[in-house]
């Protein structure tokens, strides 16, 4: 009989929050899509609506859910909402998951310990939408 183990604490979105709605939010097609959409550049939510056989109401709950992660940002613009991708917080969530396997480090994911984040309070400050200090974007 084949043993489970519990999965390690860094790894388990119930003990991290941020990471359960970074996931969340890039688990829909739809989100990944819309992410895709606003990497080329900002657009308000009748020129994202217009882009998906969807309703305006179903393209606000997907933006909302993108807004929690804080994979976009959202701006009034007199009448308008203009939605934007956050490419810092993005890059960020993915290097500071994905560091944390050796296998990925080479692939340019620094991680706690891997070149880009090397404790605790750097990843902490990532998570607070403020990189530290030493943290650069690889290109």
Do not use: W
Not at 21 to 27: G, N, Y
Not at 98 to 113: K, N, P, V
Request: include cysteine; hydrophobic fraction near 35%.
């Amino acid at each position: 009989m084949m043993r489970e183990t519990a999965m390690p604490a860094h790894l388990n979105s119930n003990q991290d929050p941020e990471l359960g709605r970074f996931f969340k939010a890039l688990s829909d097609d739809t989100r990944r899509e819309i992410l895709a959409l606003l990497e080329r550049r900002e657009r308000n939510v009748s020129e994202i609506v217009r882009r998906f056989n969807l309703t305006q109401p179903t393209i606000s709950r997907h933006l909302q859910v993108l807004r929690e992660a804080r994979l976009v940002r959202c701006e009034r613009r007199g009448q308008h909402m203009v939605y934007s991708l956050d490419p810092e917080i993005l890059a960020n969530a993915a290097s500071a998951f994905f560091g944390r396997f050796s296998h990925c480090r080479g692939l340019g994911f620094g991680g706690i310990g891997g070149g880009k984040l090397s404790s605790p309070q750097e990843l902490a400050s990532v998570k607070r939408g403020r990189p530290h200090h030493r943290f650069r974007l690889e290109r």
